[in-house]
């Protein structure tokens, strides 16, 4: 297999200096991946595990960020040496560019082609037209709702830049909606024993509680471990917004911008590395500090805060024990507040509730089809032989695939079933992740830059923590163990 082009040789660009107005302009991929990342996670797996098993199961929360954090920061240590993307330097490993290339595109697909949340969109969507919990005789309804979420979100993917300007409000909007919702909701609504009980949850086996409860469904805590955070292959495409940003060596490094429906895609050119001299080692600290508080200031005090405020919700409002699923599985929160405080919050509850899910699939829509055409066009091979070396050739037959396959995918379970398939996948995606990046960064990476141990420990974790879980669900769909 043709290996990828040797990296070229520069030095580090220096970092901008510290004041507040500099940093708040070269921080922000972590923020950018909050905001991708706060989806079925937080309003459907962080309910749905505490309604069951209550609220002390949030510490699986605190330590799925923590460790997604490290392998972020780990990732983009190799952008910042190289101004690639984490998925060209595993494509520089054996067995070569083809091989992986291939097999990360596949691996995001099984993880983003399960349509569960433009489905879960729609159970909200049927709510207020019902003005009840749908219940699996109203399959149908919630299925056509569903089908037509999914294939807006492909449209206004295809539209691109004629309507992205305006989806781009829309999103600052809304996101500024929830977040007022969810505070204003937590603070005159939820009782002050639910806070307490959320606030000791994340993190409870400190304090005494036992980790996890004697009967459990693993693929729920599964898919709740990944989907704390971001979440398998998407937290991977976080070195693709520092690329893009010009952090460290990315600033030297030239992309070929292809403009497809509308919208631009960079397709990269080889990467750049530097010497670790003196002036670049100095260099590379200042880098440094900024992707350290962007990750560890930002996304991580971000994401426990987008999984705790739902959790409000459910520790305060829903009884212990419940299990949630079904064809109304957005509703839930709805119902709880609307019980007990009337139909306007059922209506403002269930807006919000779509907005978050129906965002969520129109990001991962976009999302899935740009970073496939990437990763697969970065391999090589024959894919940039197709239609003459046109790289839209290559990004409409992804989302033309992503959009067949999730036309079936929606017909084939409820909204909760699809959204833990994709989320137990994500798992397997982040023990992945995280050995390979351990590889990547031990290979490539001069002495002076590699990790400490401590790092390559917490590396290592990493992977065993969602191999745990990825594990036990499997086992005991396969009925091979007893808890």
């Given amino acids: 297999m043709e290996p990828l082009p040797a990296w070229g040789t520069g030095d580090l660009p220096e970092p901008p200096p ?22 079925a996670g937080e309003w459907l797996l962080g309910p749905a595990a505490i309604a069951r098993y209550g609220a002390a199961i949030l510490w699986v929360t605190t330590v799925s960020v923590v460790l997604q954090a490290l392998l972020n920061t780990e990732m983009a240590r190799y952008t910042l040496y190289t101004g690639e993307p984490i998925f060209a330097g595993f ?21 983003i082609g399960w349509p569960g949340w433009a489905l879960a969109a729609a159970t909200a969507v049927s709510a207020l037209f019902l003005g009840r919990l749908p219940d699996a005789g109203d399959r149908v309804v919630v299925l056509y709702l569903g089908y037509l979420a999914f294939l807006v979100s492909v449209l206004l993917v295809l539209l691109g830049e004629r ?37 000791v949850g994340f993190i409870s086996p400190i304090l005494g509680s036992r980790p996890f409860p004697e009967e459990v469904d693993w693929l729920l805590l599964a898919g709740f471990a990944a989907y704390s955070g971001a979440g398998g292959t998407l937290n991977a495409t976080l070195t693709y917004w520092l690329r893009d940003k010009g952090f460290g060596m990315s600033g030297t490094v030239a992309s070929v911008p292809a403009v497809i429906g ?10 750049v590395a530097f ?15 900024y992707l350290r508080a962007d990750q560890w200031w930002i996304w991580t005090p971000g994401s426990l805060i987008g999984m705790g405020l739902p959790a409000l919700i459910a520790a305060g409002f829903m009884p212990p024990g419940t299990a949630l699923g079904g064809y109304g599985i957005a509703v839930y929160p709805a119902l709880a507040l609307a019980e007990r405080y009337g139909p306007m919050l059922w ?7 779509f907005w ?13 089809a740009r970073v496939t055409t990437e990763i697969l066009w970065t391999a090589g091979g024959r894919i940039r032989g197709w239609r003459g070396g046109d790289v839209r050739a290559v990004y409409y037959r992804a989302l033309l695939a992503f959009t067949l396959w999730g036309c079936v995918a929606i017909w084939l379970a409820d909204p909760l079933t699809l959204i833990l398939i994709g989320a137990n996948v994500a798992a397997v995606n982040l023990v992945i992740l995280s050995f390979h990046t351990l590889v990547v960064n031990r290979k490539f990476l001069p002495p002076a830059l590699r990790p400490s141990r401590w790092r390559e420990i ?3 974790l990493c992977g065993f923590f969602f191999l745990a879980f990825a594990l036990l669900a499997l086992l005991q769909r396969l009925g091979l163990t007893r808890f």
């Fill in 91 to 111: 494509m520089r490993t054996a067995p070569g560019p083809a091989f992986w290339g291939w097999s990360y595109a596949w691996l995001h697909f099984l993880q």
């Fill in 275 to 289: 010497p670790p001299t003196e002036d670049n080692l100095r260099r590379w600290r200042g880098w440094w500090r």
């Fill in 163 to 199: 309507i992205e300007k305006t989806l781009e409000h829309a999103e600052w909007l809304m996101n500024g909606w929830i977040l007022v919702f969810l505070v204003l909701i937590g603070f005159f609504l939820v009782p002050s024993t639910a806070w307490v009980a959320v606030a």
């Fill in 356 to 368: 978050i899910l129906f965002s969520t699939q129109l990001a991962n829509t976009g999302g899935f």
């Fill in 262 to 271: 509308g919208q631009k895609v960079e397709v990269s050119h080889p990467g």
């Fill in 18 to 39: 510290a004041p507040w107005r500099n940093a708040l302009r070269v921080i922000g991929p972590g923020a950018v991946l909050l905001a991708v990342s706060v989806g």
């Fill in 347 to 353: 209506v403002l509850t269930l807006l919000t509730g």
């Fill in 458 to 460: 917490g590396l290592a």
